[in-house]
């Protein structure tokens, strides 16, 4: 199994997010309280006002792959 470099990280967008969470069938609020943040806040991704990121992105990784969620989250590489 091929190791992700702590560089690259895939990053998630208004749409990708909106997805996952019709794809799960929860609200905003739900989202918010499996993810331990706001409903503000998935609101704000939503609308492309900001994006995930830090730890968020991981657990939205984590989410749709337990959930066999397909996702084209862009990878962000990172320059050294």
Avoid: C
Avoid at 10 to 21: E, I, M, Y
Avoid at 50 to 79: C, D, H, I, W
């Amino acid at each position: 199994m091929k190791k992700k470099s702590a560089s690259t990280k895939k990053q998630w967008d208004r749409g990708s997010v909106q997805a996952l969470r019709r794809h799960l069938g929860l609200t905003q609020s739900e989202l918010s309280r499996k993810l331990g943040t706001r409903q503000q806040t998935i609101s704000e991704w939503e609308t492309g006002m900001y994006r995930p990121r830090g730890a968020t992105v991981t657990l939205l990784s984590m989410v749709a792959e337990q959930a066999n969620f397909k996702y084209n989250a862009a990878l962000n590489k990172k320059k050294s």
